[in-house]
């Protein structure tokens, strides 16, 4: 399955580029992750936990920076295994940022492969919490600059 779309964010493409690279801040805007720690500077660990229909699922999650070009594009790979399910999650999401008029435009491109009881769940059903995960993340980034102080990471363990 493939998702894309855009987010429009009232700052400078250097800013949003160097938050949305720092995965500490990027986990922040995304509901349900917890526990990141990082392996080495392009790799992290860290638990996803999120309900789709009736199910809850809680992910092992690897992400890799596969590829950086400050401040234009951002390639990240994931993989994950749920816990207690059988079953695998796989994405590669392609971000590119313009700027114009001091917006930048957040563009981005996930292809997300789903196996086991997730997979089975069907196209409108996974499209359904993407669009909703989408949209968390979303107001969570704009939030982040909108506040007029960026948004406060931990520096407890998220």
């Not at 392609?94 to 492969?113: F, M, P, Q, R």
């Not at 909108?146 to 363990?157: I, K, L």
């Amino acid at each position: 399955m493939e998702f894309s779309g855009k987010i429009e964010i009232k700052a400078p493409r250097t800013a949003v580029f160097e938050k949305l690279a720092d995965p500490r801040f990027f986990a922040t805007c995304i509901d349900g992750v917890s526990d990141l720690k990082e392996v080495d500077p392009t790799h992290y660990t860290a638990v996803m936990e999120m309900r789709v229909a009736y199910i809850r699922f809680k992910f092992n999650i690897l992400v890799e920076i596969a590829d950086s070009v400050a401040p234009h594009r951002i390639v990240a790979k994931s993989e994950g295994t749920p816990v207690g399910v059988v079953g695998r999650l796989t994405s590669t999401a392609t971000t590119t940022l313009t700027e114009s008029a001091g917006i930048t435009t957040v563009a981005y491109v996930i292809d997300v492969g789903l196996t086991g009881k997730l997979g089975s769940m069907g196209q409108p059903v996974l499209r359904s919490k993407a669009k909703e995960l989408e949209r968390q993340f979303a107001a969570n980034l704009k939030a982040a600059f909108e506040s007029g102080t960026q948004r406060q990471e931990s520096h407890e363990p998220i």
